[in-house]
């Protein structure tokens, strides 16, 4: 089956390396020699390159890092506001080089980069007489902005690298005579950039990063992951097999064939596990085709489920397609053509675009977790607590300096709702061996218009806003008196509506009248039930994501932090459960 794929762009991955520990780093400079570790409840969530080569790793007891690192330096990172901060720092920073607003975050430490548009005007601009010494134009109008390089050659390490490849090394002269000569030109003109960049980032900022260069966000994460830290991979072409010949020829298959399923974004725990279920039991009764399948779908639960499967192993199955991929992983809450996007990701297509960044998130939210929360008071107080940083932040990423006359500060952005969220703890034997995520229950009720008073201080709107609006939302959440236990509180403001005409691509609601309205809601009180309200990205499943893609949506980084692991009692940013979960499943 022909899959089509949007191979003329050019994308860049960026993944900050041991990113919290960095952070700290970049405060302290001095902490980069020593053995530098970054704790949550009694995990290490991440460790720099120093402890790494002393054999910690990330995800480790911090016991045991202990144990093996005496020296050790422990940094408690559950504040996650300088982990936030650094992020937007950073997003700000490698936005400036791109032209176009395709520059999308995922989670807090990786960037994706459209940089279709420099690449193609830097290679306008080559000159054949002169490769080894090109300049790269950072700035269209400004042509003394950009840096040397030599363009006979890539820049950074390839996939495959320059010595194992059956294929020719990553030179000029291969892309110029190669049949996917542009692409290949494409590709090496992007890694001096991918290069560049790596390197500003480092000098001007004290961050490493590692990077992917291809033409999805797919490719492009899952190549720069290829040689980590502080490195860059470049997946050369072809990217379509030879004319008549075998699909082991395209560089793209070569390369997905050789990953594990549960690598591939897009297939998550769910999926991964009923595809090396199907293959476990594929193994166990011989050759599968499809009306073997088809008579009886319960093969594709049965088999061992412990083994790691590559994609190659999927891809060539017996009957192997989307068809079967359907019968596989269809079913309940399964979008109807699962079996085709899975098909296509298993080749190594994406399609999606890198989106283009938005200053003004879609929502803000705040959460902590908690061993045991039982009585109204202590309710109180933590929602107080929790209000007053939501107000604050707020008041941070939602207004600006007013220079007109008038008041000192505006708002750029208005949420119309305040939501409430809780996660009561399920009685332990509810609790059965594959629930990795407990349910949070929500409510939404409009946000009152006095918490966008600057005038007023933090603390007595958060208190009022607790008084008038949150313990009575929380009641009707949790109507007996006592006997519920919390995990988690929530507060978000969603609904985002921004101020007339300030944004590009703003639609300049009349803010004014949304206010109006607001006030007659308001006086009713309605509150809205929003019922079991599933973890949003809690899993990178595409049967989570209704969209198709396997990608988050960068703005949502708003609703970091996670959740808490059931096993360890960590607190795991919802980006970073996958990593996690792998953690405990792996043997030790
Ligand atoms: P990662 O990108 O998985 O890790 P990293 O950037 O620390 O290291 P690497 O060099 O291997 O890319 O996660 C990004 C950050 O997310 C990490 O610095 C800490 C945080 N995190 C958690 O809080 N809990 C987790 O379980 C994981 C995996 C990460
Ligand atoms: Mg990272």
Known sequence: ????????????????????????????????????????????????????????????????????????????????????DASKELYAFIKSFVWSDRVERLGFDEIFLDVTDMVEYNIGLLNKNTLHDSFFHLDRHDPTVGFVYNATQCHGPTWPSASTSASAPCTLTTALTSSST????????????????????????????????????????????????????????????????????????????????????????????KLRAYVGGAAASGPTTLSDTELGSDTATAGDNSEEVT?????????????????????????????????????????????AGRDIPTQISIEDSYGKLTTLHEVKRELTTL???LIRRMRTD?????????????????????????????????????TRIWNRISRSAALPLYVFNIDESIDALAEKL??????????????????????????????????????????????????????RVLSEWTVNESGNEPLANADTDLDNHPTGTPWEDGDDEEEIPGTICQTCGALIPTFALVAHAQYHSAPD
């Open 182 to 273: 542009s692409l290949h030109l494409r590709l090496l003109v992007a890694s001096h950039l991918a290069g560049y960049m790596r390197s500003q980032l480092e000098h001007q900022k004290g961050y490493t990063a590692t990077v992917g260069v291809s033409t999805s966000k797919l490719l492009a994460k899952l190549v720069g992951s290829v040689h980590k830290p502080n490195n860059q991979t470049t997946l050369l072409p072809p990217y379509e097999p030879a004319e008549h010949g075998l699909g082991s020829t395209s560089n793209i298959l070569r390369f997905m064939d050789g990953l594990e399923i549960r690598k591939v974004p897009g297939i998550g725990y769910k999926l991964a596990h």
């Open 387 to 389: 209000t007053a940083s």
């Open 311 to 355: 994609v190659k192993q999927i891809r060539l199955l017996p009957g192997m397609g989307p068809r079967l991929l359907n019968k596989i992983l269809g079913g309940a809450g399964a979008p109807k053509d699962i079996g085709v996007r899975v098909w296509g990701l298993l080749h190594g297509v994406d399609d999606s675009d890198v989106l």
């Open 1 to 84: 089956m022909a899959i089509p794929r949007k191979d003329h762009r050019v994308i860049l991955h960026f993944d900050y390396d041991c990113f919290y520990a960095s952070v700290f780093e970049a405060e302290q400079p001095a902490l980069k020699s020593l053995p530098l570790a970054v704790q949550q409840k009694q995990i290490v969530v991440t460790c720099n390159y120093e402890a790494r080569r002393r054999g910690l790793r990330k995800l480790q007891l911090v016991k045991e890092a202990k144990k093996i690192c005496p020296e050790l330096v422990i940094v408690l990172g559950e504040d996650l506001t300088r982990f936030r």
């Open 398 to 434: 939602l207004t600006e300096q007013n220079v007109d006359s008038g008041p000192r500060f505006r708002w750029r952005a208005h949420p119309k709702l305040l939501r409430l969220s809780t996660r009561p703890r399920p009685p332990p034997e509810a609790d059965g061996p594959r």
């Open 466 to 519: 607790v008084q008038e609006h949150l313990l009575s939302m929380f009641r009707k959440l949790h109507p007996e008196k006592f006997g519920w236990n919390l995990s988690l509180l929530n507060i978000a403001v969603t609904n985002m509506v921004e101020s007339a005409g300030e944004q590009r691509g703003s639609n300049g609601r009349d803010i004014g009248k949304m206010f109006r309205s607001q006030e």
